[in-house]
T-cell receptor, first 110, second 114 residues
Framework: RKEVEQDPGPFNVPEGATVAFNCTYS??????FFWYRQDCRKEPKLLMSVYSSGNEDGRFTAQLNRASQYISLLIRDSKLSDSATYLCVVGSGGYQKVTFGTGTKLQVIP | GAGVSQSPSNKVTEKGKDVELRCDPISGHTALYWYRQSLGQGLEFLIY????????KSGLPSDRFSAERTGGSVSTLTIQRTQQEDSAVYLC????????????FGPGTRLTVL
C-alpha cells in the first residue's frame, strides 16, 4: 500500500462548482499534513497546511480525519485559475521528512 | 531573486555521461531537499540536508547518485553514467529549520538522457 494515495482524476467541474478531494495515508504516526498545488510543468507550491481542527483560507477548506487516516480539500466557487494538480503531502519524520501523493488533477471548465 | 534557483533549467545528455545539477537555496534556509518527478508521476524523495550534513540519503536510487552541500548553502546533485530512466525533472527545495512543511521549491532541472 502506498504511503499516500490520491485519486488521480481528472475532476472536470464547471466554474462556480464546489469540488472536494480526499487523500488517504497509511502511517498512523503521521504528524503533519499539507496540500500543495502544481501547475503544468511548474514546481509545487504550498497551498495550505491541514490542522486537526480543520482550517479555511478563502474558498479553500482543509480537514483532517485521524481516525480514518484521510485529509480532504474542499474548493468552493471554483475558478478557471484553480485548474491544476493538487498534491497531498504527509509528514512523519522528526525532521520534516514528507511524502507526496501523486496528485489529483482538477480542470475547471467555463 | 529571493527564491530557490536551479541550474541548468534543461539538460540533455547522452547515456553514460555524468551530469551535475545545482541548487541555490534561499539564504538562511538550512533545510534543503532534492526530489525528482518523472512524467505523470509524483515527487520522489532523493535526499535531505540539514546544514552541510545529509541525515537522510535513503531516497538516492543507486550509487550512481550523490549529492553534497557546502557552506550550508549551494548543493549539487551528481548523476554518474546516466541511464534513460534517470530522465525526469529534478526539484530542489529549501525551508527554515523550524518549519514542518517544505516551503519553497525551485523551478527544477529537466534532465533528458538520450
Amino acid at each position: 500500500r502506498k504511503e499516500v494515495e490520491q485519486d488521480p482524476g481528472p475532476f472536470n467541474v464547471p466554474e462556480g462548482a464546489t469540488v472536494a478531494f480526499n487523500c488517504t495515508y497509511s502511517n498512523s504516526a503521521s504528524q503533519s499534513f499539507f496540500w500543495y498545488r502544481q501547475d503544468c510543468r511548474k514546481e509545487p507550491k504550498l497551498l495550505m497546511s491541514v490542522y486537526s481542527s480543520g482550517n479555511e483560507d478563502g474558498r479553500f477548506t482543509a480537514q483532517l480525519n485521524r481516525a480514518s487516516q484521510y485529509i480532504s480539500l474542499l474548493i468552493r466557487d471554483s475558478k478557471l485559475s484553480d485548474s491544476a494538480t493538487y498534491l497531498c503531502v504527509v509528514g512523519s519524520g522528526g525532521y520534516q521528512k514528507v511524502t507526496f501523493g501523486t496528485g489529483t488533477k482538477l480542470q475547471v471548465i467555463p | 531573486g529571493a527564491g530557490v534557483s536551479q541550474s541548468p533549467s534543461n539538460k540533455v545528455t547522452e547515456k553514460g555521461k555524468d551530469v551535475e545539477l545545482r541548487c541555490d537555496p534561499i539564504s538562511g534556509h538550512t533545510a534543503l531537499y532534492w526530489y525528482r518527478q518523472s512524467l505523470g508521476q509524483g515527487l520522489e524523495f532523493l535526499i535531505y540536508f540539514q546544514g552541510n550534513s545529509a541525515p537522510d540519503k535513503s531516497g538516492l536510487p543507486s550509487d550512481r547518485f550523490s549529492a553534497e552541500r557546502t557552506g550550508g548553502s549551494v548543493s549539487t546533485l551528481t548523476i554518474q553514467r546516466t541511464q534513460q530512466e534517470d530522465s525526469a525533472v529534478y526539484l530542489c527545495a529549501s525551508s527554515l529549520p523550524q518549519r514542518q512543511d517544505i516551503e519553497f521549491f525551485g523551478p527544477g532541472t529537466r534532465l533528458t538522457v538520450l
